[in-house]
């Protein structure tokens, strides 16, 4: 049986692959950390093509019911379902009395 990858089962290429291992490993990745982990021709990105490639990642992803919750202000973290589902749990965690504060 040929062994799996990240690449082969999602469709994720390089830069795709070292952010979602971020996101596993850490659990949220600011912004501003993206950049130092995605490179091109081997230098690092330009913080204005985060958007494209965080864009693209959570399009992969979704296809395989992972979902690429965005924390306005910071960064991401990881979720299952879809984006109805993984709002609510987002707002449970940020409201009156959460470790996040709330508003």
């Known amino acids: 049986m040929p062994e799996e990858t990240l690449q082969s089962t999602l469709g994720l290429d390089y ?18 950390q ?6 091109r ?17 959570r399009k992969k992803l979704a296809a395989h019911d992972i979902a690429l919750i965005t924390i306005h202000g910071f ?11 993984n709002y609510r749990a987002y707002r449970s965690q940020t ?3 959460s470790q996040y504060g709330g508003r």
């Not at 291992?21 to 990745?29: I, K, M, P, S, T």
């Not at 230098?43 to 693209?56: E, F, H, P, T, Y």
């Open 15 to 32: 830069n795709e692959i070292e952010i979602l291992l971020r996101l596993v490993a850490w659990g949220r990745l600011a912004r501003e």
């Open 34 to 39: 993206v950049p130092a982990i995605a490179v």
């Open 41 to 57: 021709a081997h230098q690092q990105i330009k913080i204005s093509s985060v958007n494209a490639i965080i864009g693209l990642l």
């Open 75 to 85: 960064g991401w973290e990881l979720g299952r379902g879809g984006p109805r589902k």
């Open 95 to 97: 409201g009156p009395g």
